[in-house]
């Protein structure tokens, strides 16, 4: 009877360690399929642009490592304009943003005001707009005002978003009342009270939203192709398909994949050093197209 | 079904990673609970009451020590195997599954020769229901029934594969206090009517007393006390265990002994033949203390509580070393004189318990020394 | 603070986020369906010749829309599902164990902080097959003893199959991410209980797992259904600008086609087109959330 248990504890054992090799085994594989592109985008960049077309078979490896591509990368093409230019975006982007913000989801959480709950029923039926929607018109606004190819053009559609919006509402008002009454015993200002105390206590709400508005800002593609098509304005993306199109000649392989790798190491660097921020962020709604 | 741990342990890697400690949830549990008896695991939060009935569930393998079924060693036997029900403090019904779906659901595991015709399962289902009394609420789902409610169904999902052992974690703590009562009388009820070996996880004293054959007192992981409850209130066996017991909760002063005297502060309260001199804990049951003009306890009154048939008396002592005030339960006709300051009592020597000043450990004199 | 006050300030801290999304969110909201009844519109000389349907009609008889609109459908049918599934058994993996997890979870990730259009790059790499190497893609298909194909300009299935497989390797993070929440939220109880009672690991999954995350299965899907619907930026990525010659435009590239580039100068036929994807989506999300009531059981 003992043998017998011990046989089914044995044979449960097992197979719990099969189901857990099978598990690591797909787990692994998928991972390889994610960071498989990543490790050839680094590994073309610094082979060099004879090596690279002299392998009619693709080789896994280098042994003659080159950075000779990163320093085309920054000369033959305006890298650096095109990085400088989706900073510039960027940050200003996110920073008007979020003085747009700030207050009007204030505005939602904390005042009472004649209107509020309609303004803010109109605000919630407007996340559901996709932005393809609008974005013909903002096309001929922007081009009717002149503001193509500069950087009013391409920052000013991009400020507002409605869902950030709401999300800080939602934040904003799980502060207690006692905390507003308590401020405004102590003669403290709206403003002040929004700047000293709602600010830094929702400062985690802030700064994922900051995160996810980067992330957005840095990655973006479609608007800044449609207003701009004077090299000068054009963002990363843009740069990217560019340089694909007509940078270094369409063969140099190395030296595009060494823009990429340019290109994307800021945002990951940002996402390793955020882990947590932003992924418990994305997953409190950042949905992503 | 009897259940036999030996030398039961199971230590937990430290949840602070810096620190290579284990801890240690249980540590060398020794008991056997009689077949179709009803115990409590007993103690506070943290205890490792849970990791013990986790273990003899098989959900938690232990580190040493082996767990017997009758006679059969069912260590290393995955939970499946094992043949017993499992009541959660959550509950943990399905709440996608209406009552009878979640009764169902164990018996629809079964396979092989094990498994039942359909109409050998609607018996069981119905005959589970009607145990716990929830015949009429069978299509409801979980989230439209009640917190009592759910536990029956609980209880019913547990018993209905007819266990060897039915285990219960915490099973009344998410209950309100009038529904406690009611289902703790109702898990008694229906351990007895099935005759299932029970073990049953609570932090709450009363519960496990009012309902246990047998209880099992816990502390940092190590048993304390094992006996009938009524036996382990009168015979306490630490100063934890007599501090855990009770409500009221047991005085506790500090105390000394002194030619076969007990003193608290400079009254000799109590004769302790047999016990030696030297700095005590003196614990004093409330209903110990009997009101007497003459008697040897004085302390300064500041309040009586009444309780009906009873009124708790509350005083005040230099040498009370227990969390709260001194109480004494007496009977109301003897309640203390409007604006008396303070009130003597003589204290009955079966309800006066010696503790040792430094293990805590208890120091037994007169009558309990037989022991 | 008298009341005239208050209505004052509330209004003035909206002031901002208002005056922007009145610019560029109502007005263009109302704007796009104005421009999908003007018939003729000129952008040039901002005139028109009448109101009607036209607009509606020559789209839907553009060839290059149905082919955006036959690529469009085929990549939501073919990516939904199948990312749906695999980040379902990839976060249960994830979610039955302990070592590496947060290394995994951190891998899975990455795609999502990387630019579309940038990785989209490598993946045209390595699929593509040129006068100096058949690419990476080919060689793994070597290795089976089949191929060269070019997938990137070759046949049309070839190139549906580099576009659903990046489109499928973009969203995976996000799907991932919300599942595997998802199944860490579901109470070890029920888990332990199932157990107790001898269930199969597959039962588990099928009578427990899924229908406690299905509220957040079917929200993938329709976010999904969405997504799909407006792809546009990896097709772009993988397969140049010029999307129509290359039969890879998608509902949102004709669009933009229709706007601006080559082609463009009709935004009449862009908000037509934009109006009618927008019909498909959200009909398309209303069956979804009809389908979801039926089956979600919370």
Request: net charge neutral.
């Amino acid at each position: 009877m003992t043998n017998d248990f011990d046989r089914i504890g044995r044979a449960s054992r097992a197979r719990k360690a099969a189901v857990r090799a099978v598990t690591y085994a797909l787990l692994t594989f998928w991972a390889l399929m994610v960071l498989f592109p990543y490790y050839w985008m680094l590994l073309t960049s610094v082979k060099s642009y004879s090596a690279y077309n002299g392998e009619y078979v693709p080789t896994f490896f280098t042994l003659a490592p080159t950075f000779q591509n990163y320093v085309s990368a920054f000369s033959e093409v305006p890298l650096a304009r095109y990085f400088l230019n989706s900073l510039i975006f960027t940050i200003v982007t996110t920073g008007l943003m979020m003085a747009v913000i700030i207050p009007a989801a204030f505005a939602f959480a904390r005042l009472e005001f004649r209107g509020k709950n309609l303004v803010f029923s109109l605000f919630l039926a407007l996340m559901m707009i996709p932005n393809e929607l609008v974005i013909i018109t903002n096309y001929q606004t922007i081009t009717g005002w002149g503001l193509r190819n500069s950087f009013p053009g391409l920052i000013l559609p991009s400020v507002t978003s409605v869902f950030y919006i709401y999300l800080l509402r939602e934040n904003f008002a799980q502060i207690p009342d006692e905390l507003y009454s308590a401020a405004k015993v102590d003669g403290t200002s709206d403003f002040k009270y929004l700047t000293r105390v709602m600010m830094p206590i929702c400062k985690p709400t802030i700064i994922t939203i900051v995160i996810l508005k980067v992330i957005e800002c840095w990655n973006s593609y479609v608007w800044p192709r449609l207003v701009t098509d004077d090299p000068a304005y054009f963002l990363v993306s843009n740069g990217i398909q560019e340089i694909r199109e007509n940078g270094f000649g369409r063969e140099n392989i190395p030296a595009m994949m060494a823009a990429v790798v340019v290109i994307s190491v800021p945002l990951i660097a940002l996402f390793l050093a955020f882990r947590n921020k932003v992924m418990s962020g994305v997953s409190r709604g950042g949905i992503k197209g | 079904m009897k259940v036999v741990l030996q030398h039961l342990t199971k230590k937990f890697p430290s949840r602070n990673k810096k620190s290579n400690d284990e801890v240690i949830a249980v540590n060398d549990f020794n008991f056997e609970i009689p077949d179709g008896k009803l115990i409590g695991l007993l103690g506070p939060s943290g205890c490792g009451k849970s990791t013990a009935l986790n273990l003899i569930s098989g959900l938690i393998q232990p580190t040493s020590g082996r767990v017997f079924f009758g006679d059969d060693d069912v260590t290393s036997l995955p939970p499946e195997n094992r043949g017993v029900g499992l009541v959660f403090q959550s509950y943990a019904l399905y709440p996608h599954l209406t009552v009878r779906e979640n009764i169902l659901f164990p018996l629809q595991n079964l396979k092989g020769s094990a498994r039942l015709s359909k109409e050998e399962m609607e018996k069981r289902v119905t005959e589970a229901a009607k145990l716990v009394q929830i015949e009429n609420l069978m299509e409801r789902k979980p989230g439209e029934m009640s917190g009592g409610q759910q536990q029956r169904v609980a209880i019913a999902r547990a018993v209905v594969k007819m266990p060897r052992v039915l285990l219960l974690d915490e099973p009344l703590s998410n209950l309100d206090a009038r529904l406690r009562l009611q289902t703790r009388e109702e898990i008694r009820r229906i351990q007895r009517d099935t005759g299932i070996t029970t073990v049953f996880v609570t932090h709450d004293q009363e519960e496990a007393m009012s309902i246990s054959d047998m209880i099992v007192v816990m502390k940092d992981g190590v048993v304390q006390q094992i006996g009938k409850p009524q036996d382990v209130y009168d015979d306490p066996i630490n100063l934890f265990v007599s501090k855990f017991l009770g409500t009221p909760p047991i005085n506790v002063f500090d105390a000394r002994v002194q030619n076969e005297k007990i003193y608290i502060g400079d009254e000799a309260v109590l004769d302790a033949p047999g016990a030696r001199d030297g700095a005590v804990w003196a614990g004093v049951r409330p209903e110990g203390f009997v009101p007497d003009e003459n008697g040897p306890f004085t302390c300064r009154l500041t309040g009586v509580e009444v309780m009906g048939r009873d009124v708790s008396v509350v005083c005040g002592h230099d040498k009370n070393a227990g969390a709260g005030a001194v109480r004494a339960i007496i009977s109301a006709e003897n309640r203390p004189a409007e604006g008396a300051k303070t009130v003597r009592f003589s204290l009955k020597s079966y309800k006066v318990f010696l503790f040792d000043h430094d293990t805590e450990e208890r120091i037994r004199f007169g009558e309990f020394e037989v022991k | 603070m008298d009341k005239q006050q208050n209505n004052l300030k509330g209004w003035l801290y909206l002031l901002p986020a208002m005056l922007f999304l009145g610019f560029f969110m109502v007005y263009p909201l109302i704007d796009v369906f104005v421009y999908s009844f003007e018939e003729g519109y000129n952008s040039a000389s901002q005139t028109f010749f009448g109101v009607g349907l036209y607009n509606y009609a020559y789209v839907l008889h553009d060839p290059y829309f149905l082919q955006a609109l036959k690529n469009t459908f085929i990549l939501v049918v073919i990516t939904v599902p199948l990312s749906t599934i695999i980040a379902l058994l990839i976060s249960v993996g994830l979610n039955s164990i302990t070592p590496l997890k947060k290394l995994y979870q951190t891998v899975y990730f990455l795609p999502y902080v990387t630019n579309t259009l940038a990785v989209g790059l490598v993946f045209m790499i390595l699929f593509k097959k040129t006068a100096y190497t058949d690419g990476l893609a080919n060689l793994v298909l070597a290795w089976f003893g089949r191929g060269p194909v070019d997938f990137i300009d070759g046949p049309y299935w070839a190139k549906m199959f580099v576009l659903c497989f990046y489109t499928i390797w973009v969203v995976m993070p996000f799907k991932v991410l919300i599942l595997t929440s998802a199944l860490a939220s579901v109470n070890q109880d029920y888990y332990n209980a199932a157990k107790v009672d001898g269930t199969s690991p597959f039962r588990i999954f099928r009578k427990i797992t899924l229908p406690m995350i299905s509220p957040m299965i079917f929200y993938l899907v329709i976010t999904g259904f969405i997504g799909a619907f407006k792809a546009y930026s990896d097709a772009v990525a993988l397969f140049g600008t010029n999307l129509n010659a290359a039969e890879m435009n998608t509902i949102v590239g004709y669009v933009y086609d229709m706007l601006y580039g080559d082609s463009g100068g009709y935004p009449s036929y862009a908000s037509a087109a934009a109006i009618l994807l927008f019909a498909v989506v959200f009909t398309i999300t209303l069956v979804n959330l009809s389908i979801s009531k039926k089956n979600v059981h919370y």
